[in-house]
């Protein structure tokens, strides 16, 4: 045979990744499309094979369990809500005049809260009723679960830099003596891990913001509030997230 025309050559590894990249894509659209319609206890793998077009033996190349769909949603859910959150962060941070951390995190609780009205089902996925007899892999879940809390710290951080500690104003005093010991080291621990230098007490001031922030959106999309506060609930939340920013940037 010649030269000028070899045979056909296996397809390249490159091309192989790129086809798989483009699966695992469309298996997490889809996914996300059962989740809207059914919710998290009715994921099906072998939907997610008939939407593919694909035998049900050879989903199980990509996704191997109903569990490992779940992770990989929730991954997903994760990661886009923290890029929803840190652009917005980033454009706030940007913008003339208006760029300390108290309009930082008007910023985060405002796009954070907008994503989770946009997506009530993938909010309920990440912190809603957890999904009978599933157990979220940490070494999987815990870099993109955690991008949002490292934003609220930073940007606690920056407002212990630029004004004293959060709190102060109360009497508690720089060291946060009214923190059980346990607490505050804790609190070391993962701002350590984090890699951000900021006081336990200033740390504790932004876990408070975060959680209570989370909660509030909770009881905005899951309707805890009645029906009558349906019509006035986003107007609810935004005035919440204006006051949980007394936390970490009063006025």
Excluded: C, K
């Amino acid at each position: 045979m010649s030269a000028d025309h070899p045979p056909h050559s296996a397809p390249r590894p490159g091309s192989r990744v790129a086809a798989r990249e483009r699966t695992m894509a469309r298996i997490i659209e889809l996914g996300n499309a059962q989740l809207r319609e059914h919710g998290a206890a009715e994921l099906s793998v072998r939907e997610i094979a008939r939407g593919l077009g694909m035998v049900s033996s050879a989903i199980y190349r990509y996704v191997t369990s109903r569990d490992e769909l779940l992770t990989l949603l929730i991954v997903d859910a994760f990661e886009d809500l923290a890029g929803t959150v840190e652009n917005a962060v980033e454009q706030a941070a940007g913008e003339e005049r208006a760029g300390g951390p108290r309009a930082r995190f008007l910023a985060l609780g405002d796009a954070m809260s907008a994503w989770a009205i946009a997506h009530p089902e993938r909010w309920t996925l990440l912190y809603g009723t957890p999904v009978r007899g599933y157990a979220a892999p940490a070494e999987r879940t815990n870099d993109a679960g955690t991008r949002v809390i490292r934003a609220v710290l930073a940007i606690a951080a920056d407002a212990h830099a630029q004004g004293g500690p959060p709190g102060a104003e109360t009497g508690r005093g720089a060291a946060g003596a009214d923190l059980p010991p346990g607490v505050t080291a804790l609190l070391e621990d993962h701002v350590d891990e984090f890699g951000i230098a900021t006081p336990a007490h200033a740390a504790f001031e932004a876990l408070t913001a975060w959680s209570s922030l989370v909660g509030a959106i909770s009881v905005h999309v899951f309707g805890q509030l009645g029906p009558d506060a349906v019509a006035v609930g986003e107007q609810i939340l935004a005035a919440q997230v204006r006051r949980l920013a007394d936390l970490i940037a009063p006025r």
